[in-house]
C-alpha cells in the first residue's frame, strides 16, 4: 500500500511522508527550498543547511531536478510558502534518479514544440496545463456515460478487426488476418445498428475507429476516439435531441467537476454550458447562408459538401452549436435514410460547433430491400454485407443515431489548436511511435 501523504493533504502539525518529482530547488545560501510536486499540487521543503544534518542537506539539495523522491518530516505552516504550508524534512530518499539533461523542461518555464512535447508525453503530462486537459477528458467521457445510462442505453464493445468498410470517402487500413484480408474499423455503424434489432435496443459504444486519412490537419487523426448512439423507434429528431444532451452533459460535468483544471487553463471566466438549444438548419439553408457571407470564392450549388472555409464563415454567423439537416442523399452514406416525401433528401444531419463538424447521424434504412438497393447504388457488394443486411429480414425496427469525435469534443470545448492536444499518444501521418 502506498502510504505517504499526498501534497493537498498535508496540514500544519501533522508528521508526513511525502512522495513525488523535484519541480525545483531554490538555493538562497545558508537556507534552500525544495519544491515536490505529485499529482494533487506542490509543496515546499525547507533545508536550513547550519541545523541539519550535512548528508541530509546534500541528498536533498544534490538530487537532479524531476527526480523522484520521498521526504518524511514535520508539517508547518508558513504564509510565504506557495502553499501556505512547508515540511523541516528529517528524511530524503532517491527513489528513482532523472538524467541532468531533459527532453524538456517540465516546469513549464521552456517552452517546446509540439513534436517534442509528443514524443515525450511522460515529461509533458507533468505540466499542469498538460494534465488539466486530459483530467477534463475524463470528466467529459463519464458525463457522457452517465448521460446515457440516462438515456436508457446500455454501453457495448464492438470489434475493432473487421471484413467491410462502412464509411466510403475515407480510406481502410488494410491487416492480414490468418492469411485473410480484413481491416482496422472505421466505425462501428454497422454493429450498433444490429443491436437496436437486439434485445438491447438503445446503445452507446466509447471506443476507436481508425481512418487512413492522407491529409494531416489540426482536426483529423487515423485513430480516433468515437461516442456512439443508436437506438430503436427513434426518428432523426429523436437522435437528435439525444445528442444535445450528451453534449450539454459533457459540457455540465466539466463546469461542475473541473473548476482547478478549467482555472488551470485560463478557462475559468469564459466557459460556458451551452444553454439555448441548438438550432436546426437544412442544408439548403446553410449553403445559401454561407453563399451569401461572400467568403468562398466559388458559390457552392446543391450537392456540394461544406468546405471548411465554408463551416467556418457560417460557424461564426450561427456562434453556438447548431445542426444541419436534410442533406441530399446522394452524399450521405449508403445506412442514412431518404426522407419519406422526397427521395433527394436525408434524414442525415451533422452537429456543429462554430469551428467544425462534430457529429453526423441520421435515421437508418431499415427496408430491407430498399437497403441492398442502397449498396448497390453506392458500388457496394451486398454479398460482402450479407451478415448485416441477413439481420433486416427478421425483423429490424426503424432506427436512428450517431457518432460524436471524442477529440474533436474536447478540442472544441476548451479551444485548442490542434486536436493532438486532446490524444495522449495521436497517430497521424507521420506519428506511429510512442
Ligand atoms: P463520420 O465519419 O462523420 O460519421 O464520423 C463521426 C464523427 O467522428 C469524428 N471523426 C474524426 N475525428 C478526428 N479524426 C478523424 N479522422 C475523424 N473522422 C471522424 C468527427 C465526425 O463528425 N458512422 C457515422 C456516424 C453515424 O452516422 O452514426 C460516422 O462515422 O467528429
Known sequence: MDERTYTADAEPGDEATVAGWVHEIRDLGGIAFLILRD??????????????????????????????????????????????????????????????????????KVDAELPTRLDNRTLDLRKDEVKAIFEIRAELLRSVREAFRGLGCTEINTPKIVATGTEGGTELFPITYFGQ???????????????????????????PIFRAEEHNTPRHLNEATSIDFESAFFDESD????????VRAAYEGVAENCATELETLGLAETFEVPEESFPRLSYEEAIERINATGELDEQLVWGDDLPTEGERALGEEMGQHYFITEWPS??????????EDDEQLSTGFDLMHPSMELVSGGQREHRYEHLVAGFEQQGLDPEAFEYYTKMFRYGMPPHAGWGLGGERLVMTMLGLDNIREAVLFPRDRQRLSP
Open 39 to 108: 499529482t494533487t499540487g506542490k509543496i515546499q521543503v525547507k533545508f536550513e543547511k547550519d541545523e541539519m544534518d550535512d548528508d541530509l542537506v546534500e541528498t536533498g539539495l544534490g538530487v537532479h531536478r524531476e527526480s523522484v523522491i520521498r521526504v518524511a518530516g514535520a508539517v508547518e505552516e508558513e504564509e510565504r510558502a506557495p502553499t501556505g504550508v512547508e515540511i523541516v524534512p528529517e528524511s530524503v530518499e532517491v527513489v528513482a534518479e532523472a538524467d541532468p539533461e531533459l527532453p524538456l523542461d517540465p516546469s513549464g
Open 181 to 207: 484480408e480484413a481491416f482496422m474499423n472505421q466505425s462501428p455503424q454497422l454493429f450498433k445498428q444490429l443491436m437496436v434489432g437486439s434485445g438491447l435496443e438503445r446503445v452507446f459504444e466509447i471506443g
Open 239 to 246: 437522435a437528435m435531441d439525444a445528442c444535445e444532451t450528451v
Open 330 to 339: 446522394e452524399i450521405k452514406p449508403f445506412y442514412i435514410k431518404d426522407k
